[in-house]
């Protein structure tokens, strides 16, 4: 069990790993919406996705500070879920949401360092940069499932809420509309906080590949690990 543990450890913080999170995360953002769109019983697979983009969190921690968040924040998740889908009339909906937002917001930062520990680049390291983009939207989505749950209200259009997970759909194709500032206009923010986190989302879509992506190329290349 632990060769496995460390095995585990040294391929998440490897180059090779960018690969394998990249198929997690084109997953979870382009053809799982699609699937929830077409199928309700299709969030299960959000669910265990989101568990285990967090797993990978903590096998991708170097540093103790972020392991113990990735942990903690892990364990969290996993009870709430636990919670709600188990025979009890109790539901922490709105909490889950926050904590999911956090540890989308640690792994970026985990997957941000990584990116540029030894200042080299290989082909790797530019799926790395692709992932960061689209855990980014990610968390854009959660932010405006947080501000519609406790403001009754973010994004307006044509769309319909039902206030559970299908609703993501919605939210992170908005996310992804803001990120790369394409601004199709069938959905828009109607109040500020979501406002805000719009034009935040677009300006970042504009400034990540000019600089992220710019600064990396021009690292020397590395022969791939």
């Known amino acids: 069990m632990t060769?496995?543990?460390?095995k585990a450890k040294n391929y998440w913080?490897?180059?090779a790993s960018f690969l394998s999170?990249?198929?997690m995360l084109f997953a979870t953002v382009f053809l799982l919406p699609v699937m929830i769109d077409n199928e309700q019983e299709s969030t299960v697979f959000l669910n265990m996705m989101f568990v285990l983009?967090?797993?990978?969190g903590v096998f991708s921690s170097r540093e103790r500070v972020f392991l113990v968040f990735s942990?903690?924040?892990?364990?969290i998740h996993i009870v709430l879920k636990l919670i709600r889908f188990g025979n009890n009339p109790y539901e922490f909906y709105l909490l889950e949401r926050i904590v999911i937002l956090g540890n989308l917001l640690v792994f970026v930062i985990i997957n941000f360092r990584l990116l540029f520990r030894d200042d080299q680049v290989n082909l790797y390291r530019i799926v790395g940069a692709v992932n960061v983009y689209l855990l980014v939207?990610?968390?854009g989505a959660m932010g405006f499932e947080i501000i519609q749950l406790t403001h009754g209200q973010s994004i307006g259009g044509s769309v319909e809420f039902g206030g559970n997970e299908k609703d993501y759909v919605h939210y992170m194709y908005y996310s992804l509309v803001c990120i790369t500032t394409v601004g199709f206009g069938d959905i828009f923010p109607i109040n500020m906080p979501t406002k805000m986190l719009s034009v935040f989302l677009s300006a970042?879509?504009?400034?990540?590949?000019?600089?992220?992506?710019?600064?990396?190329?021009?690292?020397?290349?590395?022969?791939?690990?």
Not at 53 to 56: E, N
């Open 204 to 225: 970042l879509g504009i400034l990540y590949p000019a600089v992220v992506i710019a600064k990396l190329v021009s690292f020397p290349m590395v022969a791939k690990k």
């Open 21 to 23: 999170l990249f198929l």
């Open 53 to 56: 983009l967090f797993f990978v």
């Open 13 to 15: 913080i490897s180059d």
């Open 137 to 139: 939207a990610l968390v």
């Open 3 to 6: 060769d496995f543990l460390k």
């Open 71 to 75: 942990i903690s924040l892990l364990s």
